[in-house]
Every structure is written in structure tokens, then in C-alpha cells.
């Protein structure tokens, strides 16, 4: 991934934010009038059955099943949710190692950041035409490719962010309905395809480092099944070769579309 560059003026760098305090005050919170709601819902229902032990012994006859039901679904989806949380850990590990490496470099040799401006006045789509104009490219100007298609479709700060210390983002935008899109570009060839490793590090920055309301991976390549399964569980947009050409040529969605 190339060092970072900015495309519409924006400031430059990847904004690695954590969640704020406010966030957390209002997750407790939350927390805590579920508790003392489930405490009262609890006291009630042992009143009412109490008192009328007919129709509470048809409730729980009829409920139970549904109780069961619920306990299965649950044990089932733990290891599938240790799962996704280690990769959170592993994703969030890599990224503070990032950020160290980052602060070294900088300190040795401060990145510039420059507008990207475009050389060849020919149109995009004209260019970028199937999945060897993309790969003809380094992962610099893989990058680019992808930035500047974000802003022909109505983007707004547009930055390219690739590069050391990244945190797996290398185009950053804004929608432009206002939502924030992480990207990260992945210039691989056919034969090649992104692994659930790639989306896992992905996932452990995009939305707690990043603060992402649309996240995507967008390749020249294709995806394995358990990257995709990753992908589709976190809400991470998967956008392959034969997609991004028919975005690059209008013919698709775009990844936040």
C-alpha cells in the first residue's frame, strides 16, 4: 500500500478514533434500565402467576418450547461469536503495532501529504474498463483508481490513506448522503483470492478504529466462502473484480450503494 495522499482537500492521515466517553455513559446506561426492566418485567410475571397458577402452567407449557429453542439458538452461536471476537482481538493487535510503527516513521520522515491530481484528462470509465486496466496498475495507483471513482460518484473528502499505519483503510470518504466509507483496496490477481484473514484484520479497525458506517473490501480478485461468511457477518461489503468493473464502467452499484 503507498503513503498517504489526500483527494479533495481533506485533512490528511486516518482519523484512528476510539469510541468516545459519551458512547460508553450511554451503553451503560442502556444496560442498566434493561436490568431493572428485566427485574420488574421477572417480579410481575411471578405475581401474576401466583395468583392465577392455572393459566401460568398453560403459559410455560405453551412458552417452553420457544425457551428452548432460544437456548439451542444460543449455544449454537457462541463458538461462531468466540470467533468473531478473537478476530476483533487479532484485528485490533495488528492495528496498535501499526500505529507504532507509524509514529516511527513519522518521526524519522514526516509523510506529505499532496492533492492526487489526475494526469490523463480521458474519462474513467474509458480507462478502467476490465479487471487487466486494474491490474496493469501498482497498488499505489490501484488506490488512486478507487479514490478517484468514489469521487466521480459523488464522494466528498476523498483520501487516500494506504500505506504504514494505515489500520487496513486506504481510501477513506464521505458519502453523499453523509456516511462515512472505509475501503480497503486489495490489487490481487486472478489466481489469487482475499482469505477471511484479510477481511478479519479488516474488521478488527473498520468500524472501532475508523468509526465506519459502511465498510467494504474491494479486489481485482475474488473472495474465499469463509472470507465472504466473515464479510456477511460483520456487514462488510465484498466488492470482486468482475464488480468493480461494472462500477468503474457505471454499469454496477457502487460499495455503499
Known amino acids: 500500500m503507498a503513503a498517504p495522499t489526500q483527494v479533495d482537500g481533506a485533512s490528511s492521515g486516518p482519523r484512528g478514533r476510539t469510541y468516545p466517553m459519551r458512547r460508553t455513559m450511554f451503553v451503560l446506561a442502556v444496560i442498566g434500565v434493561l436490568l431493572c426492566g428485566g ?23 405453551v412458552a417452553l418450547p420457544f425457551v428452548v429453542a432460544l437456548v439451542v439458538v444460543a449455544i449454537r452461536g457462541m463458538p461462531r461469536l468466540r470467533e468473531l471476537r478473537r478476530a476483533a482481538r487479532a484485528g485490533k493487535a495488528e492495528a496498535e503495532a501499526e500505529v507504532a510503527l507509524a509514529a516511527a516513521a513519522e518521526e524519522a520522515a514526516p509523510a506529505v501529504v499532496a492533492p492526487v491530481a489526475d494526469p490523463d484528462p480521458e474519462p474513467v470509465a474509458a480507462r478502467w474498463g476490465s479487471v487487466e486496466d486494474f491490474l496493469a496498475m501498482d497498488a499505489y495507483a490501484f488506490e488512486q483508481a478507487i479514490a478517484h471513482l468514489c469521487e466521480r460518484d459523488g464522494c466528498r473528502n476523498v483520501e ?33 483470492k482475499v482469505g477471511s484473514q484479510d477481511v478479519q484484520r479488516f474488521g478488527g479497525t473498520c468500524y472501532t478504529v475508523h468509526e465506519a ?45
Open 39 to 61: 427485574f420488574l418485567a421477572v417480579r410481575e410475571v411471578v405475581r401474576w402467576a401466583t395468583e392465577h397458577p392455572g393459566p401460568a402452567t398453560v403459559v410455560s407449557v
Open 160 to 192: 487516500v490513506v494506504g500505506g504504514a499505519g494505515d489500520l487496513g483503510a486506504d481510501v477513506l470518504a464521505t458519502t453523499a448522503d453523509g456516511r462515512r466509507i472505509i475501503i480497503q483496496c486489495k490489487r490481487y490477481c486472478p489466481d489469487n
Open 213 to 257: 458506517e459502511v465498510a467494504a473490501v474491494v479486489t481485482t480478485s475474488t473472495f474465499t466462502e469463509p472470507a465472504v461468511d466473515y464479510a456477511d457477518t460483520c456487514g462488510i461489503r465484498c466488492f470482486d473484480g468482475d464488480r468493480l468493473v461494472a462500477w468503474s464502467n457505471g454499469a454496477g452499484p457502487t460499495p455503499w450503494g
